[in-house]
């Protein structure tokens, strides 16, 4: 089955700084990438998603990027704001859905 | 409406209690997933329903029995529970075959507490 490996577990940053979080993955039938975030109780909610076909992607202060022959893909955070606080879930698909381990992301103001 | 809803919210119960924890969800989604997330954990799989079918069971022990009365809701039935099946217990939903334009909606949880 599919294993992904998601790093740092935690990580504090400067607000307005940049944050990058990695993940890799086994399966290389997995074709679709996402990232959640899920604040302290909350439900994790999808901030972007990638597929396999594409290296790339983009939404405001956040972007994703996709190496498909390494098997490993990250997310960049710019501008850092204290809202962006929470922990981080990568995941991959392959039939199901695979969570990365998290990656608790401070904010320090 | 791009709502999942859980009920309850907060559940405790003892090793020979029965009880039950419903989701519903009105997208239109045919894909409907259990998942269990114990705390500083990510999220797993537990079940899925495709079609109204149990497509995906990951090995889990039969105390707990999920049902699917039809695309709308979803069940998880639960018997017998030992204190360490005490977690977050996440539904969701999507259209089937995952993708970008077809994700993974998640509902707030049930948080389960086994005495």
């Known amino acids: 089955g599919e294993n992904v490996e998601q790093h740092p577990s935690t990580l504090s940053v400067q607000e307005g700084d940049s944050a990058v979080i990695k993940c890799t993955y086994s399966?290389?039938?997995?074709?679709?990438f996402p990232w959640y975030k899920q604040e302290l109780g909350k439900r994790p909610q999808l901030i972007i998603d990638?597929?396999?076909?594409?290296g790339e992607k983009k939404d405001q202060r956040i972007a994703v990027t996709l190496n498909k022959t390494a098997k490993h893909f990250s997310l960049h955070i710019t501008e850092t704001q204290p809202e962006d606080s929470a922990v981080y879930f990568c995941?991959?698909?392959?039939?199901?859905?695979?969570f990365g381990t998290g990656t608790r992301l401070t904010i320090i103001p | 409406d791009t709502e999942v809803t859980q009920t309850p919210k907060h559940l405790v119960m003892g090793m020979t209690n029965k009880k039950s924890l419903k989701c519903e969800q009105h997208m239109g989604h045919r894909a409907m997933y259990w998942y269990k997330q114990k705390a500083k954990k990510p999220p797993e799989l537990m079940f899925v329903?495709?079609?109204?079918?149990?497509?995906i069971n990951e090995s889990v022990p039969s105390r707990f029995s999920p049902e699917c009365p039809n695309s709308s809701l979803l069940n998880l039935h639960l018997h017998a529970l030992q204190p360490e099946d005490s977690a977050l217990y996440l539904c969701?939903?999507?259209?089937?075959?995952?993708?970008?334009?077809?994700?993974?909606?998640f509902g707030e949880g049930s948080r389960l507490t086994v005495l």
């Open positions: 990638i597929r396999s076909n594409v």
């Open positions: 329903y495709s079609y109204e079918k149990l497509s």
């Open positions: 995941a991959a698909f392959d039939e199901k859905l695979t």
């Open positions: 969701a939903s999507s259209q089937p075959y995952v993708g970008v334009g077809r994700e993974l909606f």
């Open positions: 399966d290389s039938a997995s074709n679709y």
